[in-house]
């Protein structure tokens, strides 16, 4: 122990990142601040710093540093995750003495780490939609009955799915040797709202002659192009969040965040992003397809040769459950 101890002080000195610091380098700057900080016992504005270094300028020392960083805040599950993410960087440098290091301070972690194992119910997890976050991050369906590493500290863990009643719990954990496991009970339905009171009906009246203006005809092929600028429009939006969804993805795969043995907190945070940014492409694709075929729809009826005054509304609404569109015409 003492002698781990000496070596990760060892790499938090000058020869902690695998280059020699450079004032041409944002990143060596920003890691001796963080160096600087944790004499000071400064701990989380430290933590922080080796945090921005590694992002900008990824090395098996800053991990080194971070790891030792988060382990003297009492952040054991933290540290721990970085301990195993700088013994894989390490390897691949060439680094054996950095990856003997690290692998040491992450066995004699992996004891005292703190745990939370989540069940969820089979017909819970079956339900359509089913979502769980903790600390509105999204867990993968694979964390569920596994004991997950966490910090010491209140987590929030949010059960939700499509025509259910979200549930919400906290679990506080100590900061080491917590051993708690969460059962999620089975989401209550959702009571649909009100029917609104229909409004009366009222009397018939005689048709009215078409004025000079604008036919109906022509009001609907100008809904039809307005569709069809908004199918343009979701169809990029869905190329571009598409687009973002694989390079955080890309991302979270390289530079040692995620492996077969899980994801350190950075990888967990890019997984997570780019889940969002592809539910958020799915849902822009589905409303330009629904856009696109409402507006031929339009612009084939206002090919009629009708003579009678009207209008038509269209409603739309885009959901993650499903996209729904009506068209609402009075003559």
Same mark, same amino acid.
């Given at each position: 122990?003492?002698?781990?101890?000496?070596?990760? $002080?060892?790499?938090?000195?000058?020869?902690?990142?695998?280059?020699?610091?450079?004032?041409?380098?944002?990143?060596?700057?920003?890691?001796?601040?963080?160096?600087?900080? /944790?004499?000071?016992? =400064?701990?989380?504005?430290?933590?922080?710093?080796?945090?921005?270094?590694?992002?900008?300028?990824?090395? %098996?020392?800053? /991990?080194?540093?971070? +790891?030792?960083?988060?382990?003297? @805040?009492?952040?054991?599950?933290? &540290?721990?995750?970085?301990?195993?993410?700088? +013994?894989?960087?390490?390897?691949?440098?060439?680094?054996?003495?950095?990856?003997?290091?690290? *692998?040491?301070?992450?066995?004699?972690?992996?004891? =005292?780490?703190?745990?939370?194992?989540?069940?969820?119910?089979?017909? $819970?997890?079956?339900?359509?939609?089913?979502?769980?976050?903790?600390?509105?991050?999204?867990?993968? =369906?694979?964390?569920?009955?596994?004991?997950?590493?966490?910090?010491?500290? @209140? #987590?929030?863990?949010?059960?939700?799915?499509?025509?259910?009643?979200?549930?919400? &719990?906290?679990?506080?954990?100590?900061?080491? #040797?917590? !051993?708690?496991?969460?059962?999620?009970? *089975?989401?209550?339905? +959702?009571?649909?709202?009100?029917?609104?009171?229909?409004?009366?009906?009222?009397?018939?009246?005689?048709? !009215?002659?078409?004025?000079?203006?604008?036919?109906?005809?022509?009001?609907?092929?100008?809904?039809?192009?307005?569709?069809?600028?908004?199918?343009?429009?979701?169809?990029?939006?869905?190329?571009?969040?598409?687009? %973002?969804?694989?390079?955080?993805?890309?991302?979270?795969?390289?530079?040692?965040?995620?492996?077969?043995?899980?994801?350190?907190?950075?990888?967990?945070?890019?997984?997570?992003?780019?889940?969002? +940014?592809?539910?958020? &492409?799915?849902?822009?694709?589905?409303?330009?397809?629904?856009?696109?075929?409402? %507006?031929?729809?339009?612009?084939?009826?206002?090919?009629?040769? !009708?003579?009678?005054?009207?209008?038509?509304?269209?409603?739309?609404?885009? %959901?993650?459950?499903?996209? =729904?569109?009506?068209?609402?015409?009075?003559?």
């Amino acid at each position: 122990m003492i002698w781990a101890a000496a070596t990760m $002080l060892s790499f938090a000195g000058s020869t902690a990142r695998a280059d020699p610091p450079s004032s041409a380098n944002p990143a060596d700057e920003t890691f001796l601040a963080g160096k600087e900080l /944790l004499k000071d016992k =400064r701990y989380a504005e430290a933590c922080a710093k080796f945090q921005e270094s590694q992002i900008a300028d990824p090395a %098996s020392g800053t /991990l080194l540093a971070l +790891a030792y960083c988060q382990e003297l @805040s009492g952040l054991l599950a933290s &540290s721990w995750a970085s301990y195993m993410a700088a +013994a894989n960087l390490a390897q691949r440098e060439g680094h054996p003495e950095r990856q003997a290091a690290a *692998n040491e301070r992450a066995e004699a972690l992996a004891g =005292r780490v703190s745990k939370l194992t989540v069940i969820a119910p089979a017909e $819970l997890a079956a339900l359509p939609g089913f979502r769980l976050t903790m600390n509105g991050v999204e867990l993968e =369906r694979a964390s569920l009955g596994v004991a997950v590493p966490l910090d010491g500290g @209140s #987590h929030v863990l949010i059960a939700s799915a499509p025509g259910r009643v979200a549930w919400t &719990s906290t679990v506080s954990l100590l900061p080491e #040797h917590d !051993q708690k496991t969460l059962l999620l009970p *089975n989401l209550d339905l +959702a009571q649909p709202p009100p029917a609104a009171a229909l409004p009366p009906t009222p009397s018939p009246k005689s048709p !009215q002659p078409v004025p000079s203006g604008t036919s109906p005809d022509v009001k609907l092929q100008r809904v039809s192009l307005a569709l069809a600028a908004g199918s343009v429009v979701a169809i990029g939006l869905g190329t571009a969040f598409g687009l %973002s969804a694989k390079s955080k993805n890309d991302a979270s795969n390289s530079d040692g965040h995620c492996d077969p043995r899980g994801c350190d907190a950075r990888g967990f945070q890019l997984r997570n992003d780019s889940l969002t +940014a592809a539910r958020v &492409s799915t849902w822009s694709f589905v409303a330009g397809g629904a856009l696109a075929a409402a %507006s031929v729809s339009l612009y084939l009826g206002s090919t009629r040769n !009708q003579r009678v005054a009207g209008s038509a509304q269209l409603q739309a609404s885009v %959901s993650p459950a499903e996209t =729904r569109l009506s068209l609402t015409e009075s003559f």
